[in-house]
């Protein structure tokens, strides 16, 4: 490599560097920018379909965008309507459950107390209450930060959204003109292949949450389940992690399953239509949809879920999978390269 | 067909030929147009003398412009090395390039000179077909060059939203490889027929 491609590669490392520092530092900018770029990834196989061979292209990336939001947007709302109906009833409740939790703890310490003499001083109960009650004022004192923020996206997303249908490829381009010589043709394969796994990985995740949250909802509403919609949507969203996922997302209707009062409410019940809906994701979803696109060892897919929630959290979690498919992918293509030329 | 035909036919039916100036075809025609007083050698002119690309229509090659990558070389700078992954496929805009290829299997070596490429010349179509492509060769710019490359997602991309002229170039690339498997073949029956003189001989 002579000097000049030296610098040229160096100079091209440090802007790299620099962007994703800045990137980092920058998560206001940064996550809708991303989070734009996730949908463009979702919709590309279409909007070639609808595009190729059109002089409307702007036309037609309004329209879809349009479509998109009053499609997205109205099950969305008509979702938060009925989950934020499921929120009150179980706010309205609160008082009733702590009264029983308590009465249920007092029957526990007197049965301890009892049998092994042990005087239980906890008050679990009140500290659960206590913690609950503080965490609600941080939320609401942050409240107005939330809401800031929703509209802040609603206005990025969109016009981040546009910029990617209409200009990405002259970025992509302009953005490809830069890479030095040596590392050009393996980076854009490499760069062309994540997009490619990225966008089919969150599609596909995305309709098999779809599918197993209403799944849960309609078999929960069926057998006169409380909170079938807020379960669902809960067991929908967690179904995105692979394997914990599932387990997560029944916790919430174990608790809801063991409060109740109501003589016809049971936890196997609600257990069964639980594992049918996984059942269901199991043998013909995921196998259809997801497997193909990210073909990783269960425990990988485990170890880079724990990773993932360290570094970012719920989305890192969901997107880490990807990630370190991409990873795999480059690992493989340096380990054949230094086999070749050592 | 030429776009200049389909055009002409398209106003012979009636029909309408895009109610507003499409300021790319515009430029495009404006820069292939013979007459043109710049310098400067278009795409179009370009690819119009590549004798296997003679099959595209004007709209064909301006459509095929749009996938390829502009890459320039300094004299003596390595394009690929034997060995090393192939996605691409080039050619050459302008300036020229040395094939080296090693026969001892020695990675620090460039290998024995085969054969120098001048302008609108090619190589490199294996990397494009082939799933996992070792380059068979290393090749180095012998002066400043500039090369046109079209890699695997561009020819991905090519056949997902312009079919016809992606199906059209994989038929002229098809066409390259049978030609080259054919000229392989006659030279492996010659030098088999050297090595059976050489063992009469003996």
Same mark, same amino acid.
């Given at each position: 490599?002579?000097?000049?491609?030296?610098?040229?590669?160096?100079?091209?490392?440090?802007?790299? !560097?620099?962007? &994703?520092?800045? +990137?980092? %530092?920058?998560?206001?900018?940064?996550?809708?920018?991303?989070?734009?770029?996730?949908?463009?990834?979702?919709?590309?196989?279409?909007?070639?379909?609808?595009?190729? /061979?059109?002089?409307?292209?702007?036309?037609?990336?309004?329209?879809?965008?349009?479509?998109?939001?009053?499609?997205?947007?109205?099950?969305?709302?008509?979702?938060?309507?009925?989950?934020?109906?499921?929120?009150?009833?179980? !706010?309205?409740?609160?008082?009733?459950?702590?009264? %029983?939790?308590?009465?249920?703890?007092? +029957?526990?310490?007197?049965?301890?107390?009892?049998?092994? /003499?042990?005087?239980?001083?906890?008050?679990?109960?009140?500290?659960?209450?206590?913690?609950?009650?503080?965490?609600?004022?941080?939320?609401?004192?942050?409240?107005?930060?939330?809401?800031?923020?929703?509209?802040?996206?609603?206005?990025? #997303?969109?016009?981040?959204?546009?910029?990617?249908? %209409?200009? !990405?490829?002259?970025?992509?381009?302009?953005?490809?003109? +830069?890479?030095?010589?040596?590392?050009?043709?393996?980076?854009?394969?490499?760069?062309?292949?994540?997009?490619?796994?990225?966008?089919?990985?969150?599609?596909?995740?995305?309709?098999?949450?779809?599918?197993?949250?209403?799944?849960?909802?309609?078999?929960?509403?069926?057998?006169?389940?409380?909170?079938?919609?807020?379960? /669902?949507?809960?067991?929908?969203?967690?179904?995105?992690?692979?394997?914990?996922?599932?387990?997560?997302?029944?916790?919430?209707?174990?608790?809801?399953?063991?409060?109740?009062?109501?003589?016809? #409410?049971?936890?196997?019940?609600?257990? #069964?239509?639980?594992?049918?809906?996984?059942?269901?994701?199991?043998?013909?979803?995921?196998?259809?949809?997801?497997?193909? &696109?990210?073909?990783?060892?269960?425990?990988?897919?485990?170890? !880079?879920?724990?990773?993932?929630?360290?570094?970012? /959290?719920?989305?890192?979690?969901?997107?880490?999978?990807?990630?370190? +498919?991409?990873?795999?992918?480059?690992?493989?293509?340096?380990?054949?390269?230094?086999?070749?030329?050592? | 067909?030429?776009?200049?035909?389909?055009?002409?036919? *398209?106003?012979?039916?009636?029909?309408?030929?895009?109610?507003?100036?499409?300021?790319?075809?515009?430029?495009?025609?404006?820069?292939?147009?013979?007459?043109?007083?710049?310098? *400067?050698?278009?795409?179009?002119?370009?690819?119009?003398?590549?004798?296997?690309?003679?099959?595209?229509?004007?709209?064909?090659?301006?459509?095929?412009?749009?996938?390829?990558?502009?890459?320039?070389?300094?004299?003596?700078?390595?394009?690929?090395?034997?060995?090393?992954?192939?996605?691409?496929?080039?050619?050459?805009?302008?300036?020229?390039?040395?094939?080296?290829?090693?026969?001892?299997?020695?990675?620090?070596?460039?290998?024995?000179?085969?054969?120098?490429?001048?302008?609108?010349?090619?190589?490199?179509?294996?990397?494009?077909?082939?799933?996992?492509?070792?380059?068979?060769?290393?090749?180095?710019?012998?002066?400043?060059?500039?090369?046109?490359?079209?890699?695997?997602?561009?020819?991905?991309?090519?056949?997902?939203?312009?079919?016809?002229?992606?199906? *059209?170039?994989?038929?002229?690339?098809?066409?390259?490889?049978?030609?080259?498997?054919?000229?392989?073949?006659?030279?492996?029956?010659?030098? *088999?027929?050297?090595?059976?003189?050489?063992?009469?001989?003996?």
């Amino acid at each position: 490599m002579t000097r000049n491609q030296k610098i040229k590669l160096y100079l091209f490392m440090f802007l790299f !560097s620099a962007s &994703i520092v800045f +990137a980092i %530092m920058f998560p206001r900018l940064t996550l809708p920018f991303g989070f734009a770029y996730i949908i463009y990834l979702m919709c590309k196989p279409f909007t070639i379909k609808l595009t190729t /061979g059109s002089r409307r292209q702007r036309l037609i990336y309004f329209s879809l965008m349009m479509t998109g939001i009053v499609f997205l947007c109205f099950p969305l709302f008509a979702t938060l309507y009925n989950v934020d109906t499921d929120f009150s009833q179980f !706010s309205n409740q609160l008082p009733e459950i702590q009264k %029983m939790l308590q009465d249920k703890f007092f +029957a526990y310490k007197v049965m301890v107390f009892e049998k092994f /003499g042990i005087r239980l001083n906890l008050d679990p109960v009140n500290f659960l209450m206590a913690k609950l009650e503080s965490q609600g004022t941080i939320f609401l004192s942050h409240f107005p930060d939330f809401i800031s923020t929703i509209f802040e996206w609603l206005l990025l #997303v969109p016009l981040f959204l546009y910029f990617f249908f %209409m200009e !990405s490829r002259r970025f992509s381009r302009n953005f490809l003109e +830069a890479v030095p010589n040596p590392i050009f043709e393996k980076s854009y394969v490499l760069f062309s292949q994540f997009n490619t796994k990225f966008g089919e990985y969150i599609i596909a995740k995305f309709i098999e949450a779809t599918i197993l949250g209403t799944l849960v909802t309609l078999g929960l509403f069926l057998i006169g389940f409380p909170y079938p919609f807020i379960l /669902g949507f809960i067991a929908g969203v967690t179904n995105i992690l692979p394997y914990i996922g599932p387990v997560i997302g029944v916790i919430p209707a174990i608790f809801v399953g063991m409060l109740s009062k109501d003589p016809n #409410v049971t936890v196997l019940s609600m257990l #069964v239509i639980y594992a049918l809906a996984n059942l269901i994701d199991m043998i013909l979803v995921f196998p259809l949809l997801v497997s193909k &696109i990210v073909n990783l060892h269960p425990i990988l897919v485990v170890v !880079s879920i724990i990773i993932g929630s360290q570094l970012g /959290g719920i989305v890192g979690m969901i997107v880490i999978i990807p990630f370190i +498919a991409f990873f795999k992918l480059l690992f493989k293509e340096i380990y054949k390269d230094l086999s070749v030329h050592l | 067909m030429s776009y200049e035909k389909e055009m002409m036919d *398209k106003l012979g039916r009636g029909e309408s030929t895009g109610d507003r100036l499409d300021i790319p075809i515009l430029k495009y025609l404006w820069d292939a147009s013979p007459l043109s007083f710049m310098a *400067k050698e278009s795409y179009h002119e370009f690819f119009k003398k590549i004798t296997f690309l003679n099959s595209f229509s004007d709209n064909e090659v301006r459509l095929f412009t749009k996938y390829l990558h502009r890459r320039e070389f300094m004299t003596n700078e390595t394009i690929f090395k034997q060995g090393d992954s192939g996605y691409g496929f080039y050619f050459i805009f302008n300036g020229a390039v040395n094939i080296y290829a090693n026969y001892n299997n020695q990675p620090e070596e460039q290998g024995d000179f085969i054969i120098r490429l001048e302008k609108r010349q090619y190589f490199g179509e294996m990397g494009l077909l082939e799933e996992f492509n070792r380059r068979s060769a290393t090749i180095v710019a012998a002066e400043n060059t500039i090369l046109l490359g079209l890699f695997k997602p561009d020819l991905d991309l090519m056949l997902e939203t312009h079919p016809v002229l992606g199906a *059209k170039f994989l038929r002229e690339t098809a066409l390259i490889m049978a030609n080259r498997m054919g000229q392989l073949t006659r030279e492996i029956v010659g030098l *088999k027929k050297k090595v059976k003189e050489l063992e009469q001989r003996v």
